[in-house]
């Protein structure tokens, strides 16, 4: 069955710093993933998506990879601040379903001022 | 990008009983999903709700636990019948971003069960 694991439950970092938040995947070649933001008492809100062709895509301070070799995605915050501190999710479609998508655990990150 | 909202925002209830949970979109969606989130874990997808035929329930996930209603193409309700202390969880709902893949989520509903 698919499978998706992030790097670490936890990461602190210190602001101004770049944050790398790790995305692996076994058992399956998504055709997409995507990156999502979770703050306490909310729903995950969309951030980022990155197609299978795509080896990097930037926005703001974000920058996503995705190395279908290594069957892999990097998350990076660059010049990190303390309202970046959350919960980081990656996703990728169900096999078969365009729509649907199977989570990560989730990688909580806490920017130190 | 659609605004959703979900009621209650979150409920304490009894062993055996059962709460609906209602998500309220701000425009027509065909697809609407229905999720659930352990205390500290991810988010797992319980269902798919479409309009106007049953809802399609994942591996692990049964009607009669999680019924779900999908009365118009802005409204879906999600029933957690017959409660014990492990469905304490947070409730979310979700639609698709139309053309796109990505999906908006509402705020969830933080249930726990005694």
């Not at chain 1, 970092?13 to 995947?25: F, S, V």
Request: charged share 15%.
């Amino acid at each position: 069955s698919q499978k998706i694991e992030q790097n670490s439950e936890a990461l602190n970092i210190q602001e101004g710093k770049t944050a790398t938040l790790t995305c692996n995947y076994t058992n399956y070649s998504p055709a997409y993933l995507q990156w999502y933001r979770q703050d306490p008492g909310r729903g995950p809100v969309f951030l980022l998506l990155i197609r299978e062709n795509e080896k990097e895509k930037r926005k703001e301070r974000l920058k996503v990879t995705f190395d279908t070799t290594l069957k892999q995605s990097l998350f990076h915050i660059t010049a990190s601040q303390p309202a970046d501190s959350a919960t980081y999710l990656c996703a990728f479609p169900f096999s078969g379903s365009a729509r649907q998508l199977t989570f990560g655990s989730g990688t909580q990150l806490t920017v130190l001022p | 990008s659609a605004v959703i909202s979900q009621k209650p925002s979150r409920d304490i209830c009894q062993r055996g009983t059962s709460l609906t949970i209602q998500c309220q979109v701000d425009s027509q969606v065909t697809m609407m999903f229905w999720y659930r989130q352990q205390p500290g874990q991810s988010l797992t997808l319980i269902a798919t709700a479409n309009q106007g035929s049953e809802a399609t329930y994942e591996s692990g996930f049964v009607i009669d636990k999680f019924p779900i209603s999908r009365p118009n193409l802005t409204f879906s309700t999600l029933t957690v019948s017959n409660m014990s202390p492990e469905d304490s969880s947070i409730y979310l709902c979700s639609v698709p971003r139309t053309g796109f893949n990505e999906q908006f989520f509402g705020p969830g509903t933080r249930l726990t069960v005694l």
